[in-house]
T-cell receptor
């Protein structure tokens, strides 16, 4: 079974609207969780990670993620999306270095 | 950007030929990784290294071998390429352990005909 799941292949939002990219995990213990972003024809870039402590993690480019242990989720959020946020987003867990399948985000002007 | 380069960036090869991809880092990070990226699968770990001459298998290691003779170089070899190994290959590094964030190279697009 996949350790990290991203239930949405695509997310479409209008510029200025809130953006949420969903991620759930199914690993035991207390894994470290990560978000990465991939722009076209580029390698992945690290956005943020959750280790322990505060459930709201702030990262690069105005992104944040909320860790919810009871729901085993680690959703990525941005209060006001930009057209330049259009990219492929990956959630990952330190357990077996598992990556989700990715979510393509399109922000329309 | 982290100092990671991959070579070649693009390669087309025929089924049955050996292929070696190179990852070079200038960050002196201990851990290095090879992934493949395929539509619908995200990234899947092939092999990783936790030090010079120390390597371990990942989720999709069959048909691949690796070597690390120097801290800065991590080689991925396809002994006899197959069409199922057509993919984009990414190298990544992390400072210390799998609990740390990874920094990725630009990728190598490999086509096996």
């Amino acid at each position: 079974a996949q350790s990290v799941a991203q239930p949405e292949d695509q997310v479409n939002v209008a510029e200025g609207n809130p953006l949420t990219v969903k991620c759930t995990y199914s690993v035991s213990g207390n894994p470290y969780l990560f978000w990465y972003v991939q722009y076209p024809n580029r390698g992945l870039q690290f956005l943020l990670k959750y280790i322990t402590g505060d459930n709201l993690v702030k990262g690069s480019y105005g992104f944040e993620a909320e860790f919810n242990k009871s729901q085993t989720s680690f959703h990525l959020k941005k209060p006001s999306a930009l057209v330049s946020d259009s990219a492929l987003y990956f959630c990952a867990a330190s357990y077996k270095l598992s990556f989700g399948a990715g979510t393509t985000v399109t922000v329309r002007a | 950007d982290a100092g990671i380069t991959q070579s070649p960036r693009h390669k087309v090869t025929e089924t049955g030929t050996p292929v070696t991809l190179r990852c070079h880092q200038t960050e002196n990070h201990r851990y290095m990784y090879w992934y493949r990226q395929d539509p619908g699968h995200g990234l899947r770990l092939i092999h990783y290294s936790y030090g010079v001459k120390d390597t371990d298998k990942g989720e999709v290691s069959d048909g691949y071998s690796v070597s690390r003779s120097k801290t800065e170089d991590f080689l991925l070899t396809l002994e006899s390429a197959t069409s199922s190994q057509t993919s984009v290959y990414f190298c990544a590094i992390s400072e210390s352990g799998t609990d740390y964030e990874q920094y990725f190279g630009p990728g190598t697009r490999l086509t096996v005909t």
